[in-house]
């Protein structure tokens, strides 16, 4: 097994500080309970995570259709999915420093000051409550959505009417989801607003353990085509008493965070748990009918459920390295150019007035094909170095020759190659080498 480096986690938390990538939310108010923001870089590698999901599990299917459903729903979904009852975790008291934990990830002792003086496991409900319209009574209470799975569930049968498919398929959603955890932390790993990258896979009921496979390993692939080693990924199969309420067979995608193994994604056998409970609580019928054999069933669900912020996470710390060129010692993240926030950054050799026209001029050849960034103070090599350690694969340079030659330096990131590329075929050059 390969050992996470102990100061991986302080290193790339410290880089995506400096860069710009995450930073801690309302920041100049003392920060706010777990809570972060993605900054200029990080919110282009966020939607390149989720981009790059999208396409694997929509576009480049035809067995799979998107959505977009609503954070706040009637609170009967809740309690038709049985998050109301038992989406809960035990929660626990340090009787000494009044601290709270959840009791499974402790072992018995407060980590806060070592204390074995707890109070019995109690269940605490992780759902946000909050209030719909003008009035604070029961009648209005609504719940924050804790997954968005449930959006898809209740839309089952306006999607199978609509978009003339038939199982097995899928429904697939990304969006915000919230959680009142009891001990986030570990960074952006676990937070209490985060996002989630779901899809409900409906096949005949015959055919669950067979789809429930193939998403296990069509979910792990994922991971590896964008730059993950294998060796830092494992499935982790659930054993009986650690199933949720609904599952008949969960595992878990995790990764080697320098913490440990984490989950960063589980795929679970829904059975036809959901759609059954929708049925009986609204009453409508939510069932496959086949016209051609006559044939009327409920259809059992395989859920992917990913995490946008345990991804990236995962991804730059797979990518974070260090290596030494020209006797110094340069951080490079080698980061999948799928995901890497730019693609190509325009660096004019000098800051002079004769080159800023040329390289601008690049710069907007290159804008509407890929994320560009464009970088013209500081000496070259430590803008370079600057563009290696955010991920970005390419460099173009502008020297004082390109006012001859119509021609520019296109230097590789990992293998620091140099290729003189005339300015007319950069766009192509660049598209061949970039997914
Ligand atoms: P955990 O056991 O870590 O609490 P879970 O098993 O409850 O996670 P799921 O309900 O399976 O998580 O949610 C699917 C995915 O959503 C998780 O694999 C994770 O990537 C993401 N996720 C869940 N809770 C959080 C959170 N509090 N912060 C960030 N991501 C989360």
Redesign the pocket.
């Given at each position: 097994m390969p050992e996470p480096s102990p100061d991986l986690m302080d290193k790339v938390v410290n880089l995506t500080k400096r860069r710009g990538f995450v930073f801690p939310a309302s920041e100049i108010y003392g920060g706010f309970r777990s809570t972060y923001d993605y900054g200029p870089l990080g919110v282009l590698l966020k939607r390149n995570v989720m981009e790059a999901w999208w396409r694997s599990m929509v576009q480049l299917r035809d067995d799979i259709v998107g959505l977009d459903s609503a954070i706040l729903m009637t609170p009967k979904v809740w309690e038709a999915s049985g998050h109301l009852a038992t989406f809960t975790d035990p929660l626990v008291d340090c009787r000494k420093c009044k601290e709270r934990w959840r009791e499974d990830q402790i072992e018995g002792v407060c980590p806060n000051c070592g204390s074995t003086d707890l109070t019995e496991a109690r269940p605490f409900n992780l759902m946000f409550k909050t209030f719909v319209g003008p009035v604070e009574d029961e009648g209005s209470v609504a719940y924050l959505r804790p997954?968005t799975a449930q959006g898809i569930f209740v839309n089952f049968m306006n999607v199978l009417q609509t978009s003339r498919k038939k199982p097995p398929f899928g429904i697939a959603q990304q969006g915000k989801s919230f959680?009142n955890?009891i001990t986030?932390g570990n960074f952006i790993?676990?937070?209490?607003e985060?996002e989630?990258m779901e899809m409900e896979f409906f096949v005949p009921p015959d055919e669950g353990p067979k789809w429930f496979e193939y998403w296990c390993q069509e979910r792990l692939r994922w991971y590896i085509d964008l730059g993950i080693p294998e060796d830092l990924l494992r499935m982790r199969q659930h054993d009986a008493e650690e199933l949720s309420h609904y599952s008949s067979g969960t595992a878990d995608v995790e990764f080697l965070f320098p913490f440990g193994w984490g989950?960063?994604?589980?795929v679970a056998n829904r059975g036809d748990y959901d759609l059954t409970q929708h049925a009986k609580f609204s009453g409508e019928r939510l069932e496959y009918f086949d016209q051609a054999s006559g044939e009327r069933y409920v259809p059992h669900v395989i859920e992917p459920?990913?995490?946008v912020?345990?991804s990236m996470m995962a991804f730059l710390l797979a990518a974070y390295d260090e290596d030494v060129v020209n006797d110094e010692t340069r951080t490079v993240l080698r980061l999948h150019p799928r995901l890497a926030p730019y693609k190509v950054a325009v660096l004019p050799l000098s800051k002079k007035d004769t080159l800023t026209p040329t390289a601008r001029e690049v710069l907007s050849i290159l804008q509407p094909h890929f994320s560009t960034d464009y970088d013209e103070t500081q000496a070259i090599g430590r803008r370079y170095r600057r563009q290696d350690e955010i991920g970005t694969p390419y460099c173009v340079t502008i020297d004082f020759e390109t006012l001859e030659d119509r021609a520019v330096t296109v230097r590789d990131r990992d293998s620091l190659e140099q290729d003189r590329i005339s300015i007319d075929k950069v766009v192509d050059y660049l598209k061949e080498r970039l997914p």
């Open positions: 997954e959680r955890e986030p790993f676990r937070t209490r985060f989630q989950e960063l994604e589980g459920a990913a995490g912020g345990r």
